[in-house]
C-alpha cells in the first residue's frame, strides 16, 4: 500500500520568510512518481512539480526547490523569500508506475504568510 | 479557455435527490479522473477513466456512477444524496494512462442538506 504523510497541518510565517514543508512517502514500488500540487483559497488545485524515482536531483523554480531523498522517502519542498500570494494548501502525492496518475494524497499543509 | 471545466460550481440538494457534475476537458487528454475532497481537504481517487473506459473504480457505493460518453467529457451522476456526500468533487486529466500530471478542474462543491 501507498501513503503520503504531511506531519506539518499549518505553517505560519512571516512574509519574506524561507519556509520547508515536509513530505515522507512509503512504497514498495522500485519505480514511482511525487507530485507537489497547490491548492489556493479559490480551490482550484494546481500542478507544482512530478519527479520520478530514478532522478533525485534538486529542482529549482523561481522560488520554489523541491529536495528528493530516496534514502529517507522524503521529497521536501521549500519556498524562499515567501509571499503573500503563497498562502495555500501544498499537497504532496505520490502515484506508482502502473497505476497512471492515480494519486495518493497527503493529508496537506496549510501555508499562511503574513505581511 | 479553461483547460478542464467543471458544472457547476456549486450545487446544493435534499437528501435523496440524484444529481449530475459534468466534466469537460480541452486538453486531449487520454485519461479522466473523479476525486474527492472531503471537509478536512483530504482528496482520495474515486474512478480512473482511460480511452472512455473504467480503470479503475475504488470501491465507491454504486451511488456514484461515471459516464464517458467521449475522450473529452467524464460526468457523475449520483443517486439517492446522503448528507455524507457532502464534499468538493474534482475532475481531472492527464495526457495518457501513464504517469503524467493530472490537471485539475476547479472543483464542484456539493452540499446535502
Known amino acids: 500500500a501507498q501513503k503520503v504523510t504531511q506531519a506539518q497541518t499549518e505553517i505560519s510565517v512571516v512574509e519574506k520568510e524561507d519556509v520547508t514543508l515536509d513530505c515522507v512517502y512509503e512504497t514498495r514500488d522500485t519505480t514511482y512518481y511525487l507530485f507537489w500540487y497547490k491548492q489556493p483559497p479559490s480551490g482550484e488545485l494546481v500542478f507544482l512539480i512530478r519527479?520520478?524515482?530514478?532522478?533525485?536531483q534538486n529542482e529549482i523554480s523561481g522560488r520554489y526547490s523541491w529536495n528528493f531523498q530516496k534514502s529517507t522517502s522524503s521529497f521536501n519542498f521549500t519556498i524562499t523569500a515567501s509571499q503573500v500570494v503563497d498562502s495555500a494548501v501544498y499537497f504532496c502525492?505520490?502515484?506508482?508506475?502502473?497505476?497512471?496518475?492515480?494519486?495518493?494524497f497527503g493529508e496537506g499543509t496549510q501555508l499562511t504568510v503574513n505581511p | 479557455d479553461t483547460a478542464v471545466s467543471q458544472t457547476p460550481k456549486y450545487l446544493v440538494t435534499q437528501m435523496g435527490n440524484d444529481k449530475s457534475i459534468k466534466c469537460e476537458q480541452n486538453l486531449g487528454h487520454d485519461t479522466m479522473y473523479w476525486y474527492k475532497q472531503d471537509s478536512k481537504k483530504f482528496l482520495k481517487i474515486m474512478f480512473s477513466?482511460?480511452?472512455?473506459?473504467?480503470?479503475i473504480n475504488e470501491t465507491v457505493p454504486n451511488r456514484f456512477s461515471p459516464k464517458s460518453p467521449d475522450k473529452a467529457h467524464l460526468n457523475l451522476h449520483i443517486n439517492s444524496l446522503e448528507l455524507g456526500d457532502s464534499a468538493v468533487y474534482f475532475c481531472?486529466?492527464?495526457?495518457?494512462?501513464?504517469?503524467?500530471?493530472?490537471?485539475f478542474g476547479q472543483g464542484t462543491r456539493l452540499t446535502v442538506v
Open positions: 502525492a505520490l502515484s506508482k508506475e502502473t497505476s497512471g496518475s492515480r494519486l495518493t
Open positions: 481531472a486529466s492527464s495526457q495518457v494512462w501513464g504517469v503524467t500530471e493530472a490537471f
Open positions: 477513466y482511460n480511452n472512455k473506459e473504467l480503470i
Open positions: 519527479r520520478n524515482s530514478f532522478d533525485e
